[in-house]
């Protein structure tokens, strides 16, 4: 199995090799000539632990591009088209572009120590989170997003997202740590951060017998979590959103895997996070289906445009449909739960997943139908391969690498 594994990494390095432009990390040099800020964040973890210096020269070049079209207003744009040269900053507004760009400037300090880089890059990352403090649009603490606004953007998710909120707390936690190495106050992030890990827990994992201490924290959410945890009772996992009197009633997988990487999760939590999503065959048949179980025509949360491209019917794309890049997050989740011997067991069905191809084998897809396994959507991800790197890295070490070091 090992054998198979290096083999991965190195065809994982050549994916991320065809993925280099003079702008950085394209999502796909097949289907996505962009520059996407989350892609390429992601793809950057990747980037780090393989010691490449032309995959860390595509890091920067992507921080650049990121940098150079930002807003005056601090937004970072969702992608730059590199071949049509244009900008798109979402169809829906974009949330996780700041989010990652943060961190990922805040992964390349602690990979590289290079202060003169991140003096270039400084004000703009305090630009990039006052933006994000403005997406709070009712002062409760937690951003409020648009549905269709982040990653899964042909999915209902909206108003107090867990994905979006464990990385505004990820990205807090590196502003943190980033202000201290630029010798600039970093107490208010800090006690940003701490408000946001609390509201987290608070509002998106339901249990028993906590009506008073979230009409105490905040008086509007007390009729949704009432309602919540009268129907609910002990969930186990973070709901995927809070809306006004509304929530989620299914798995985000991603926002939860962050939720245990980013130490939001607590042990117990955890524990359960990870038992679910094995028992419940999120994991199956390769590692990880993005929210579980599908939605379906008639629930509230379907949506007619679920149908466009015939992409996010049950079982495909957002809607249960596999991918691989969050398999790699399910490993990195697993060795800090330090459940190794797992981490061991589903990185072979990370490769395999990986390893599937319409005209050869690994050609690192970007989904896979839910419940068929095959192949669909394009290949040569750059995301699949950068944490499918980033993965074999921290087995290998047997932690967490770089991202443990924003906490």
């Not at 809607?319 to 989740?333: C, S, V």
Request: with cysteine; aromatic share 14%; glycine share 8%.
């Amino acid at each position: 199995m090992m054998d198979s594994i290096q083999e991965g990494r190195e065809k994982a390095i050549t994916v991320l090799e065809n993925c280099l432009t003079e702008y950085g990390f394209v999502a796909s040099p097949t289907l996505y000539p962009e520059i996407c800020a989350r892609d390429s964040m992601i793809t950057s973890l990747g980037a780090v632990v393989s010691d490449r210096p032309q995959l860390k020269e595509g890091f920067e070049k992507s921080l650049h591009t990121l940098r150079k079209f930002q807003t005056d207003l601090g937004q970072i744009p969702h992608f730059y088209h590199t071949k049509d040269n244009w900008v798109e900053y979402g169809e829906a507004g974009n949330v996780d572009s700041n989010l990652w760009y943060i961190i990922g400037c805040a992964v390349h300090w602690f990979r590289y120590q290079d202060r003169e880089f991140l003096q270039i890059f400084f004000p703009s990352l305090e630009k990039a989170l006052l933006w994000l403090r403005y997406q709070d649009s009712n002062n409760c603490g937690l951003l409020e997003v648009h549905e269709a606004a982040d990653w899964a953007d042909l999915f209902a998710n909206r108003f107090n997202i867990l994905y979006d909120n464990i990385l505004y707390y990820g990205a807090l936690k590196s502003m943190v740590h980033l202000s201290k190495v630029m010798a600039q106050p970093g107490d208010l992030y800090q006690k940003l951060a701490e408000d946001v890990h609390y509201k987290i827990n608070l509002r998106l994992w339901i249990s028993r017998g906590r009506g008073e201490e979230v009409q105490k924290a905040k008086e509007s959410w007390k009729w949704t979590y009432e309602e919540m945890a009268s129907c609910l009772r002990d969930h186990p996992y973070y709901l995927p959103y809070v809306a006004f009197r509304d929530y989620g009633d299914y798995c985000d997988v991603l926002g939860n895997l962050l939720a245990i990487i980013f130490e939001v999760a607590d042990k117990e939590k955890s524990s359960r996070i990870l038992s679910y999503i094995d028992q419940a065959g999120a994991n199956r048949p390769y590692p990880c289906k993005a929210f579980y179980p599908p939605v379906y025509p008639g629930n509230k949360d379907w949506r007619d445009y679920y149908r466009v491209y015939n992409l996010n019917q049950p079982h495909q794309y957002h809607n249960g449909g596999i991918w691989p890049f969050i398999g790699g997050f399910y490993i990195a989740a697993l060795i800090k739960a330090g459940q190794l011997e797992k981490a061991q067991k589903e990185m072979s069905f990370l490769g395999k997943a990986n390893r599937l191809g319409h005209a050869e084998k690994w050609q690192f897809g970007e989904w896979m139908h839910g419940q068929s396994g095959n192949l669909m959507g394009s290949i040569d991800q750059a995301w699949s391969a950068g944490m499918y790197l980033y993965a074999h890295a921290c087995l290998e070490n047997e932690k967490l690498i770089y991202i443990c070091d924003l906490l």
